[in-house]
């Protein structure tokens, strides 16, 4: 199972592209990375997944470099409301047990 | 409106008083799973479930039991509570095939004193 490493906290200003960077060294072969966003007293939520290069979406882009070993969660020209705890998740779909780590905690100020 | 609904939202209570924590899903989802979250841990697994009456342990088991009866229920509980289960649980689902994205429910909060 492979096991993820991101910052704890990152600090950022509104309108400010925000990268969160995710290490994963031993992803295997059928392994997608997916992020999910956690707002304080709600449950997280998935926002984008990829399984290399980039992937983007209206929330954010997913950055997967050739040898998958890490991956970084984008967020172009944060807001207020983009304060939460993202987190990475190393798994593939047939997969039961999943390990989500401790997140990201971002704080993004006025 | 698809979803993930928990119940209790919260909950006190005492050592040792046997509780339940239920969790329904509506989209005809095959797996279901329980996470504790607590500070500087982020989201640990407890239980999860690939179908009905399948059930295996996750990372953090001890100290509670799950069962799946039907597809569309997961009850996580706890025997015997103790204070270091005092948490934020979250049930989670997904389709088939597609565990790593899963729909989260809102969270029970229990305080066991």
């Known amino acids: 199972l492979a096991k993820t490493t991101q910052p704890i906290s990152m600090d950022s200003y509104e309108g400010q592209e925000v990268n969160i960077t995710c290490s994963h060294n031993?992803?295997?072969?059928?392994?997608?990375i997916t992020w999910y966003q956690q707002f304080p007293s709600q449950g997280p939520r998935f926002i984008i997944q990829g399984y290399k290069t980039k992937v983007t979406n209206e929330v954010a882009s997913l950055f997967i470099p050739a040898d998958r070993k890490s991956s970084t969660l984008s967020l172009p020209r944060v807001s207020l409301s983009d304060t939460a705890v993202y987190y990475c998740?190393?798994?593939?779909?047939?997969?039961?047990?999943?390990?989500f780590g401790k997140g990201t905690k971002l704080s993004v100020k006025p | 409106e698809a979803q993930v609904t928990q119940n209790p939202r919260y909950l006190i209570t005492v050592t040792g008083k046997k509780l339940t924590v239920t969790c329904s899903q509506n989209m005809n989802h095959e797996y279901m799973s329980w996470y504790r979250q607590d500070p500087g841990l982020g989201l640990r697994q407890i239980y999860y479930?690939?179908?009905?009456?399948?059930?295996d342990k996750g990372d953090v088991p001890e100290g509670y039991k799950v069962s799946r009866k039907e597809k569309r229920n997961f009850p996580l509980i706890l025997e015997s509570p103790s204070p270091n289960q005092t948490s934020l649980y979250f049930c989670?689902?997904?389709?088939?095939?597609?565990?790593?994205?899963?729909?989260f429910g809102p969270g029970t909060r229990l305080l066991v004193l």
């Open positions: 998740l190393v798994a593939r779909g047939s997969q039961g047990n999943l390990i």
């Open positions: 989670a689902s997904s389709l088939p095939g597609k565990q790593e994205t899963q729909y």
């Open positions: 479930s690939m179908n009905v009456e399948v059930t």
């Open positions: 031993n992803i295997a072969t059928n392994d997608y």
